[in-house]
């Protein structure tokens, strides 16, 4: 059975940054990985969580600015230059 963490994450009363704790269920191999991964980085299993499902869903904002950047572009069109006109006639002419 998969062991229970409980991030530490602390409320910051009136902020506009409030956080609040999640728990994870994850196997303890897992969990001893990420204590080691953690430990590298000279931080918490909680602290580098938090630091990458900050930056995912940052990434993701990005993503979607991105998105509607191009969508914009393409509603507006490329300028291709002058569209030559053709005689059907001309064109079937041998």
């Given amino acids: ?11 910051n009363a009136g902020s506009n940054d409030e956080k609040q704790n999640i728990t ?3 196997s303890k191999r897992t ?3 990420a ?4 430990a590298r980085q000279s931080t918490s299993i909680s602290g580098l969580l938090t ?6 869903a940052e990434g993701d904002g990005e993503f979607e600015q991105a998105m509607e950047r191009i969508r914009t572009r393409l509603e507006k069109g490329f300028a ?4 030559p006109k053709f ?3 001309a064109l079937h002419e041998r």
Wanted: hydrophobic fraction near 40%; glycine fraction near 2%.
């Fill in 31 to 33: 969990i001893q990985k």
């Fill in 80 to 83: 291709m230059g002058e569209i």
């Fill in 24 to 26: 994870l269920r994850l």
């Fill in 35 to 38: 204590r080691v991964l953690a």
């Fill in 51 to 56: 630091r990458r499902i900050e930056e995912l």
């Fill in 87 to 89: 005689n059907r006639d």
């Fill in 1 to 11: 059975m998969p062991e229970v963490v409980q991030t530490e994450i602390s409320r």
